[in-house]
Antibody
Framework: QVQLVQSGSELKKPGASVKVSCKAS????????MNWVRQAPGQGLEWIGW????????TYAPGFTGRFVFSLDTSVSTAYLEISSLKTEDTAVYYC????????WGQGTLVTVSS | EIVLTQSPGTLSLSPGERATLSCRAS???????LAWYQQRPGQAPRLLIY???IRATGVPDRFSGSGSGTDFTLTISRLEPEDFAVYYC?????????FGQGAKLEIK
C-alpha cells in the first residue's frame, strides 16, 4: 500500500535551518509528483509547491521562494523540504502529499522555531 | 492566483442531516480540477473528491461533489458522527494550487 512517512518533530532557533524528509513506499516514486503543504497552529492549509520526481524540477508558490528548497534522493524514494533562515512564523506542521490532487499524505512533521 | 472562498465558515448540524459546503473560485478552475479534503483534529488531511466529482478510493458514497467553472459544492447526504471535521477545497489546475480557508462542520 502507498505510504509516505515523514521525519520527526524538530525544535530550531531562529536563523537555523531544518530539513524534513518524506519517504515513499508502495508505488513507483518517480511516477508521481510530490507536493509540500504547511499548516500553522490552528490555521488552514497552505500549498508550498511541488517537485517533479522524474526531472527534479521544483515549483514554489509565491511567498515560498528563496528560503524553501525541495530536493530528492530517488535511490531511497525520499523527498526533502529544507527551510533556511528560520523565522518564528515558520512554526507549523509540514506535510508531503503525492500527485496533483494530493491523494496520499504523510503524517506531518511539526517544526517549532523558538529562541 | 486563484482565490478560493468557502462558505459557510462553520456549519452546525445533527447526525443524519444533509450538509452542503460551497467553494467559490475567483477565476475559472480549468478542467474542473478541484479537490475536497477532510481533516479531523490531530490528523493529516484526507482526499475525498478530485476533479470536482470523483470520489477517492474508499470514500463512502454519502460524499458527493459537483460544480464547474467558479462554483463547486461538497454534499454529505446523511451525516455520520465521524463526518464532523474541517473541510478544505483546493484547485489543482493553475499554479499556485491554492486552498480554501476551510469550513468547520460541527455537531449541533
Amino acid at each position: 500500500q502507498v505510504q509516505l512517512v515523514q521525519s520527526g518533530s524538530e525544535l530550531k532557533k531562529p536563523g537555523a535551518s531544518v530539513k524534513v524528509s518524506c519517504k515513499a513506499s508502495g508505488y513507483s516514486f518517480t511516477a508521481n509528483s510530490m507536493n509540500w503543504v504547511r499548516q500553522a497552529p490552528g490555521q488552514g492549509l497552505e500549498w508550498i509547491g511541488w517537485i517533479n520526481t522524474n526531472t527534479g524540477n521544483p515549483t514554489y508558490a509565491p511567498g515560498f521562494t528563496g528560503r524553501f528548497v525541495f530536493s530528492l534522493d530517488t535511490s531511497v524514494s525520499t523527498a526533502y523540504l529544507e527551510i533556511s533562515s528560520l523565522k518564528t512564523e515558520d512554526t507549523a506542521v509540514y506535510y508531503c502529499a503525492r500527485y496533483r490532487y494530493l491523494d496520499y499524505w504523510g503524517q506531518g512533521t511539526l517544526v517549532t522555531v523558538s529562541s | 492566483e486563484i482565490v478560493l472562498t468557502q462558505s459557510p465558515g462553520t456549519l452546525s448540524l445533527s447526525p443524519g442531516e444533509r450538509a452542503t459546503l460551497s467553494c467559490r473560485a475567483s477565476h475559472t478552475v480549468i478542467s474542473t480540477y478541484l479537490a475536497w479534503y477532510q481533516q479531523r483534529p490531530g490528523q493529516a488531511p484526507r482526499l475525498l473528491i478530485y476533479d470536482a466529482s470523483i470520489r477517492a478510493t474508499g470514500v463512502p458514497d454519502r460524499f458527493s461533489g459537483s460544480g464547474s467553472g467558479t462554483d463547486f459544492t461538497l454534499t454529505i447526504s446523511r451525516l455520520e458522527p465521524e463526518d464532523f471535521a474541517v473541510y478544505y477545497c483546493q484547485q489543482h489546475a493553475t499554479s499556485p494550487y491554492t486552498f480554501g480557508q476551510g469550513a468547520k462542520l460541527e455537531i449541533k
